[in-house]
């Protein structure tokens, strides 16, 4: 049985994005994670940012678990 990914954190730093070849494979292992239903989280120029499959409920769930955050609270899905 194949373990599922709940969570991946992507290491995109200046060096690896330099290298087609390797980011390629990062983004593609990112997108399998969130069509399994898991988390990617990713540096932004502030922050990290959670990514998840919004029309996936567990995945959603896992959001607001993961940001310790009352279900009632709205948030921008981009």
């Known amino acids: 049985m194949k373990k599922r990914t709940v969570a991946k954190v992507l290491a995109l730093t200046p060096e690896v994005l330099r290298n087609r070849t390797i980011a390629s494979k990062i983004v593609m292992d990112a997108a399998d994670t969130l069509s399994e239903g898991g988390l990617v989280i990713m540096p932004t120029e502030t922050a990290y940012g959670i990514a998840a499959d919004a029309t996936n409920e567990d ?12 279900n009632w609270r709205r948030w921008r899905v981009t």
Not at 61 to 70: D, I, L, Q
């Open 59 to 70: 995945a959603v769930r896992r959001v607001f678990e993961a940001k310790s955050t009352p």
